[in-house]
């Protein structure tokens, strides 16, 4: 098994010294950009009914006030990371805040979807230099041990738990000012957290080199048509000729990023990183319970506004015990990582996931928050605590200094492309079941409708409550198990791939250790 090589002591004491060690300030700058990133993905969510009625969107092409920020997002996460290592952390860090918020206020101040999609695809922008950036400045400022184990897990908590608070702080903005304001939030913040930055961080050591061009055209062409395809699929199917092109030419144009990797003297992703099993094991692990994740957040936020009917408030709170458990979770792994090493909180969190999952599978529409819901979102959100923080500190162990933008962009692109592929499929699975479940329900429905219920629906093709709750239900239910399949895939993996030695055990206690032979 090949290994990346150590850093010099030298390159780790001159990104430490003043303004690393154990800042917390530092650590709150850093996890505030994470959290603003994150949270953009589901805080419009809730805002989107009314966007669609401001800027007269179709049902159609609405999806893509989410998907603009996804593609450019996923598609430029490596480009991202690699700007941070050669041009210097903070320096891009700053930058991709800044154009994250000038994006925010473009978008708030839309006057037509075009201008609004115009803006979203440039957050993605500036949230893929900010977000790797901001993962690699942990690397770099703070010391590896039970110092750099807590800053991973803060910053674990909030890259897990960013999706349930940007649920309830849409729900809020929403209900008490406009859709607007969903965007114009995260202006004082980007602005607070650039002045902040260089107060408290101190830049990291730039490293001369050269952008790889040809491999950052090729890994962004081929990422965007990767994702693109996923959606793509989501929304037509798998045999649309779209989405087969997508996907041959993701093929295609990957491979040929491969080729130009293994040529090139100075790659933007270094390909000797997957050598490393312990690391491919991670982005593999990363790539299942991004998927579950992802779908866990979509098919429950239906599922508590459609059948049990809360208002987009009630539904970002519902989801706020998550974020709680998560942070649990997440202080868990980071106090006993040095004890017992990454594997077994990479395991045990991903069978608890399962059982989260699998028990969420048991919702019908006789099901309550309290009784059905609260109980399997908490058991996930525990094991998703355990996992992130044990997949970062994984993903970054052991990478030099020079390439943890690299590693760390890696890591963020494998978690959006393993969302929007598992989103794909588990919507594919809920769209089966659903249309089974249809055929099931329409008879009884004519069996008991009134003649203006029954010519009312030859006009919708829409089944009204309790029947169209009965077939959303036994989609969601359907996709919930494909879920919990992904988790068990993800537990697998950490149990036969991973293998933690002393020395990564030495290294996480504080000592220096060897290097991984």
């Keep these: 098994m090949s290994s990346s090589p150590q850093p010099t002591s030298a390159s780790q004491a001159a990104t430490r010294e003043p303004g690393g060690g154990g800042n917390g300030m530092a650590l709150l700058v850093i996890a505030s950009c994470q959290l ?48 941070g290592d050669i041009l210097g952390r903070r320096r891009m860090f700053v930058f991709g805040v800044l154009l994250f918020a000038l994006a925010s206020l473009l978008g708030g101040l839309a006057q037509n ?48 738990g960013g999706g349930a608070i940007g649920l309830l702080a849409g729900g809020m903005i929403v209900e008490w000012l406009n859709w607007r304001w969903v965007l114009f939030v995260n202006v004082p913040i980007g602005v607070l957290i650039a002045l902040a930055a260089p107060r408290v961080i101190k830049e990291s050591e730039r490293h001369p080199g050269h952008f790889d061009i040809a491999g950052a055209l090729t890994s962004t062409v081929g990422m965007v048509l990767l994702v693109y395809g996923f959606i793509r699929a989501a929304q037509e199917g798998w045999r649309d000729p779209f989405t087969v092109a997508s996907f041959a030419g993701a093929i295609v144009v990957l491979a040929v990023f491969i080729l130009v ?40 936020t239906l599922f508590v506004q459609d059948v049990l009917g809360f208002s987009p408030l009630q539904a970002g709170l519902a989801f706020l015990p998550v974020s709680a ?25 991903a069978i608890l996931a399962a059982a989260g999952l699998a028990w969420l599978t048991l919702t019908d529409v006789h099901s309550t928050y309290a009784g059905s819901i609260l109980g399997p979102i908490c058991v996930f959100g525990l094991g998703m605590g355990m996992e992130f923080v044990s997949l970062t500190l994984m993903a970054l162990s052991n990478v030099p200094v020079q390439e943890t933008g690299a590693a760390s962009g890696l890591l963020n692109a494998t ?63 359907a996709a919930f198990i494909t879920a919990a399949i992904f988790t068990v895939v993800a537990a697998l993996i950490a149990l036969v791939v991973i293998q933690v030695r002393p020395s990564d055990l030495e290294r996480l206690k504080g000592g220096t250790g060897p290097g991984p032979g």
Excluded: C
């Excluded at 998907?67 to 996923?74: D, E, K, R, V, W």
């Excluded at 792994?333 to 909180?345: C, D, E, Q």
């Excluded at 769209?431 to 479940?437: D, L, R, V, W």
């Excluded at 093709?461 to 709750?469: F, V």
């Design 325 to 349: 458990v998560i942070a649990v979770g997440a202080a868990l792994a980071s106090r006993f990582l040095p004890k017992f090493g990454p594997k077994p909180f990479m395991v045990v969190g």
């Design 113 to 160: 979807s075009g201008e609004l999609l115009a803006a979203r695809a440039l957050q993605g922008v500036g949230g893929a230099i900010a977000s790797p950036t901001a993962l690699a400045l942990i690397s770099t400022t703070f010391r590896e041990g039970p110092e750099r184990n807590r800053a991973f897990g803060v910053f674990a908590a909030v890259s897990s």
């Design 415 to 477: 978690q959006q492309v393993g969302g929007s592929l598992g989103l794909s499929i588990l919507v594919t699975m809920f769209g089966t079941a659903s249309t089974n479940e249809a055929h099931k329900q329409i008879p009884r429905f004519l069996a008991q409708a009134t003649p203006a219920e029954r010519l009312r629906f030859r006009h919708t093709g829409q089944l009204p409550s309790p029947w169209s709750d009965r077939v959303l239900t036994s989609g969601i239910s």
């Design 261 to 300: 990797e293994r040529g090139s003297r100075q790659p933007i992703t270094p390909l000797h990183m997957f050598a490393d099993r312990n690391r491919a094991g991670t982005y593999g692990i990363m790539l299942s319970l991004a998927a579950a994740i992802f779908g866990m957040f979509f098919f429950l």
């Design 36 to 83: 603003m990133v994150v949270l953009d993905i589901t805080i419009v969510n809730i805002a989107l009914p009314h966007i669609q009625s401001a800027l007269n969107f179709s049902t159609t092409s609405l999806s893509w006030v989410v998907n603009a920020y996804t593609l450019t997002f996923g598609g430029l996460l490596l480009l991202g990371g690699r700007t």
